[in-house]
Structures are given as structure tokens and as C-alpha cells.
């Protein structure tokens, strides 16, 4: 069983700060997706990243993978309420099937006013 | 458009009963996925369907079954249901290609086996 680790395991800042959060997996993935949940809700895509190195942005978050792919991390700038919820990452792996997504655990992020 | 849609939204059972969860999509995807959420731990598969006609075996599948009626619509079935299936059921499609899966899931069924 492939694994995918997320930390930290639960996240709680004040507006205007600055958080990361971290994705790791002893394995190669053959791409990697980040998505948000809120209570009640289905997780939501954000983004997916496929390229070692990759860069992407989506407003104040920025999403980086890994050159070696393994691993992924999820920034944001200047954290607002708005932004709490569970930030998922999930991926396929190169040695897997492109059908079955494994996820990792989860990181609770909660922004406080 | 309504996405991923799912029924019930909350359902409890005694031990032994049984029941079925519904999900439809209207994105003419191929895939449909079906996912148990435990605190913790993460989304979990339990059975998947790579097109109309299959299913396949996911991480968790003892104790359900699955039908895939027609390219929108993908049940879940537990024929007897134990507390250890107390759990959110997800519901989810895609349209793999190129080694993408990007997934849409609906809003889940919050299930308590008593």
C-alpha cells in the first residue's frame, strides 16, 4: 500500500498569517491533486500538479511539487477566515492505476478572526 | 448543472439492516468512485467504476456491493451493516485521462449503524 503523509495533522493561526502545509510519500507520483473540504461538504479540487518543480497559483495559495515528485507542499498568504477546512492531498502513482487516487490524512487548518 | 448528488444525506440503522446509497452525476464522466471518511483517516475506497459495465475492488470493499445502472448512476450497497460501517459515504466521478484523475464528489451520506 502506497502511503501519502500529510502534516501538520491540525493547523489553527490568525488572520494575516502565513501557513504551510506538507505532503510526502516514499513513492513516485504520477500527479498530485490538493483539495478542501468544509464541514458537511465534499473536498473540492484546487489544483493538480504533474511536473517536478511545478509551481502553481491560485490567488493567495501557491502550490509547489517536488523535483523528485514525492513530495508537495500548499502555501497561503495572509490566511483568512474564510480559508478554514480540511486541505486534502491525494495522488497517483507512477507504479498504480491513473484510476485509484490515494489520499492522505488531511491537515484541519482553522483561521481565527 | 448538478454535479454529484447523493441520497440520503443521513440515514442511521440498526445492526444487520440493510441499505442502499444512491449517487447520480450529470457530467457524462466515465469513472465513479465510492469513499468512506473516518476521522483521521483520511478518504478511503471502497469499490470503483472505470466505465459502464465494470466495477473493481478499491482499499476497503468487505461488507458492500455496488452496481453501476447506466453511466450516471452508482449504488452502494451493505447487505448487513455492522457499527464498524458507521461512517460519511462519498460519492465521486471523473473523466480520467492522460494519468489525470480529477475527481467531483458530492456531499456525502452520514451514516450511523447502531
Known amino acids: 500500500t502506497q502511503l501519502l503523509e500529510q502534516s501538520p495533522q491540525f493547523l489553527s493561526i490568525q488572520e494575516g498569517e502565513n501557513l504551510t502545509v506538507y505532503c510526502n510519500s516514499s513513492s513516485v507520483f504520477s500527479s498530485l491533486q490538493w483539495y478542501r473540504q468544509e464541514p458537511g461538504e465534499g473536498p473540492v479540487l484546487l489544483v493538480t500538479v504533474v511536473t517536478g518543480g511545478e509551481v502553481k497559483k491560485l490567488k493567495r495559495l501557491t502550490f509547489q511539487f517536488g523535483d523528485a515528485r514525492k513530495d508537495s507542499s500548499l502555501h497561503i498568504t495572509a490566511a483568512q477566515p474564510g480559508d478554514t477546512g480540511l486541505y486534502l492531498c491525494?495522488?497517483?502513482?507512477?507504479?498504480?492505476?491513473?484510476?485509484?487516487?490515494?489520499f492522505g490524512s488531511g491537515t484541519q487548518l482553522t483561521v481565527l478572526p | 448543472n448538478a454535479g454529484v448528488t447523493q441520497t440520503p444525506k443521513f440515514q442511521v440503522l440498526k445492526t444487520g439492516q440493510s441499505m442502499t446509497l444512491q449517487c447520480a452525476q450529470d457530467m457524462n464522466h466515465n469513472s465513479m468512485y465510492w469513499y468512506r471518511q473516518d476521522p483521521g483517516m483520511g478518504l478511503r475506497l471502497i469499490y470503483y467504476?472505470?466505465?459502464?459495465?465494470?466495477?473493481d475492488k478499491g482499499e476497503v470493499p468487505n461488507g458492500y456491493n455496488v452496481s453501476r445502472l447506466n453511466k450516471r448512476e452508482f449504488s452502494l450497497r451493505l447487505e448487513s451493516a455492522a457499527p464498524s460501517q458507521t461512517s460519511v459515504y462519498f460519492c465521486?466521478?471523473?473523466?480520467?485521462?492522460?494519468?489525470?484523475?480529477?475527481?467531483?464528489f458530492g456531499p456525502g451520506t452520514r451514516l450511523t449503524v447502531l
Open positions: 467504476s472505470a466505465s459502464e459495465g465494470t466495477t
Open positions: 491525494a495522488g497517483t502513482f507512477s507504479s498504480g492505476s491513473a484510476r485509484q487516487l490515494t
Open positions: 465521486a466521478s471523473s473523466e480520467v485521462s492522460s494519468g489525470y484523475n480529477e475527481q467531483f
